[in-house]
């Protein structure tokens, strides 16, 4: 990697796309502070240029949770140089009310706009199907 310049971008998941471990998180700041902590110093410590988060099948509820979650994320990161991508696979035309003071209070936003950037994929199951592609936005 380092002798081709190539810059690395992990993907965060939650295992077996569970509800159960993404629902923890959402409703634990600290565990929250403690990923996002952690994922900054794996960033610094093997010179990733940031993340992408892939966090899936997250329970309609917990919505609003999720943003908060994104847009902490987002605004750590922006404050450590690096870079957050949004995974808005399911989510095309969506809005979010932006509500963490580095967006901006009470603004509607579309869903994709506050990472650096974002991808929409258009496989078969996705909401413009393909048999396989993507957009980016950025």
Known sequence: IKDYNLKVMPLVVN???SRTIIHKL??????QDDIITGLIYLAK???Y???QYDLENIDYQDRDLFTAFAQKT?????ENNLILIEDCAHSLGAEYLASHQSIGENKVKKVGTFGKAAFFSFSRDKIIS???GFSKIQ
């Open 15 to 17: 295992g077996g796309f």
């Open 26 to 31: 959402l409703t634990s700041p600290k565990n």
């Open 45 to 47: 410590k093997n010179n």
């Open 49 to 51: 240029i940031g993340w």
């Open 74 to 78: 987002y605004a750590r990161f922006k």
């Open 130 to 132: 393909t048999l396989s």
